[in-house]
């Protein structure tokens, strides 16, 4: 077991210090920032040229986990700069975030300024490393990268510890080492029950962050549905886990089902877009061990009462007007997957996946990997599951039965009249 803090995760490359001595000069300077309207750009910077040395560069950047994100940076106007722009990546963005600044101040003079990301409006998972550079263009039409920085971005809230093997790390807050170590087992039993599932390896060691509740989890996500995330690119898996008397139990519906994640994106990553939600997160319930408990009657309501979702709606998102909506879509799809595996064999689930991966739709996957189209699947499921029909309540149907019961209590009464009559006194 290793320990770090807060400290061990921040990362400070350009020395901020300079910045201290630097004020007594700001008063002096000349420069006007045009707009700094953030924009997203696909293109990876614009230039091999590193600036001139004239132009001394010193950047420089603070983070604090949800609350400010800042980017700093002075320099020389020397060649005469129009236009200064920060280039900001993080693993889960689809494009490189770019911010401009017009330059208008005087050659030579020293400019220096900072742009704050809104975190509101960017979204950046935590415990990642986030690069940045910057780019210049000249007033001649020179284009000028430094080189890239990087940005350790972590959730500083708490003080984290970790135990690590090959396969798997997990990170808990403070205190909570008796708990970690339960997930770390349960994660170290349950891998190769899910690579024999599966039938490969995870490629990616799994890291496991067990936050202290459940709201400490859900404002990373800033959704309050969120019960458990895996990030597969990562390797990630983030859960609450407060109390250690219900951590065994927890864990071992929680860590397979976020496992499964991890491998179906591995063995769908050619399609990972398009493929099914029933499908993914149907294949992660049935590894949770023992089943949430709320499933089996909030499917049986749901037959019962003829509100079943269709699986049609279930391909590309869940429900998310109630709990319990959204609880039946994880039961359906969990209850799906195991009549999947009943009537076409683990070999079915297999196809699917292998499907999946080929890039066909969730509308027609199963035409494809099983022979049915998702409407017969779901007609058939339906059938499967159906209540069986209530006993016919007893009536009297033949009139000689009512008397012939009648008469069998009749001799029955006179009997017992009669004992009672010549009981000796
Ligand atoms: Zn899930």
Not at 298 to 309: D, M, S
Request: net charge negative.
């Amino acid at each position: 077991m290793r320990r770090f803090n807060k400290r061990w995760w921040r990362c400070f490359p350009g020395d901020v210090r300079w910045l201290y001595g630097l004020f007594p000069v700001w008063a002096g300077l000349i420069f006007l920032l045009g707009q700094t309207s953030p924009t997203f750009a696909k293109e990876n910077g614009q230039s091999d040229f590193t600036p001139p040395e004239s132009a001394d560069i010193s950047t420089s950047h603070t983070a604090t986990f949800q609350q400010s994100l800042t980017f700093s940076i002075a320099f020389v106007n020397e060649p005469r700069f129009e236009k200064v722009s920060l280039y900001l990546n993080a693993p889960n963005f689809r494009n490189t975030y770019r911010a401009d600044f017009d330059i208008d101040a005087e050659a030579g003079s020293r400019i220096e300024f900072e742009h704050a990301v809104d975190l509101t409006a960017v979204q950046i998972e935590p415990f990642v490393t986030l690069t940045y550079w910057w780019a210049f263009e000249s007033e001649d039409g020179m284009f000028f990268e430094t080189r890239s920085f990087e940005v350790e971005y972590v959730d500083d809230r708490f003080d984290w510890e970790f135990k690590t093997s090959n396969e798997v790390t997990v990170y808990w807050t403070t205190g909570q080492s008796e708990i970690g170590q339960v997930a770390f087992d349960v994660t170290a039993e349950m891998l190769p029950k899910l690579s024999r599932f599966y039938q490969t390896e995870l490629e990616t060691p799994v890291t496991i962050f067990l936050y202290p509740t459940e709201n400490a989890l859900q404002t990373v996500f800033n959704s309050e549905w969120i019960g458990g995330v895996a990030t597969p690119h990562n390797g990630r898996i983030m859960l609450p886990a407060s109390n250690a008397r219900t951590a065994v139990v927890n864990f071992r519906r929680q860590i397979p089902h976020e496992l499964s994640h991890l491998f179906f994106d591995q063995l769908t990553a050619n399609h990972r877009e398009g493929a099914p939600k029933w499908l993914d997160e149907g294949l992660a319930v049935t590894f949770e061990d023992p089943p949430n408990s709320n499933y089996a009657p909030l499917l049986e309501k749901a037959f019962e009462e003829g509100n079943v979702i269709p699986f049609e709606l279930l391909c590309s998102q869940f429900p998310t007007q109630s709990t319990d909506m959204v609880l039946l879509a994880y039961a359906q799809s969990g209850s799906l997957v195991n009549y999947i595996e009943t009537e076409y064999g683990r070999g079915g689930l297999q196809a699917l996946i292998a499907t999946v991966n080929d890039g066909r739709s969730c509308e027609n996957v199963t035409d494809v990997a099983l022979g049915i189209s998702l409407q017969e699947l779901n007609t058939d499921w339906e059938a499967a599951n159906q209540p069986p029909p209530a006993p016919t309540p007893f009536t009297f149907s033949n009139p000689n039965i009512f008397w012939i019961i009648l008469l069998v209590g009749g001799f029955g009464l006179m009997g017992l009249l009669a004992r009672s009559a010549f009981q000796p006194r």
